[in-house]
């Protein structure tokens, strides 16, 4: 799902679902279904918004920096 192909697949799916729920409500206990689209973004470690320039600057967002650079030989 790298490509713009996103929106039409979930067109597609959503038309099915409609469908099925049209179909059979009985089975859909939380009411009709939505389609989920997948995150705009994903990060491995985001930098958040309050970071200091030195975060900022090194690229790096490890919880864990500071003590590691703290315990190194």
């Not at 409500?25 to 997948?38: C, L």
């Amino acid at each position: 799902m790298f490509n713009d192909e996103v929106e039409a697949l979930a067109k597609t799916r959503q038309a099915a679902l409609d469908q099925a729920f049209a179909s059979h409500r009985n089975r859909f206990s939380k009411g009709r279904p939505k389609v989920k689209f997948p995150p705009k973004e994903v990060c491995i470690n985001p930098i958040p918004e309050d970071a200091d320039a030195q975060m900022l600057e090194s690229g790096v967002n490890f919880s864990t920096l500071p003590r590691a650079r703290q315990n190194a030989i």
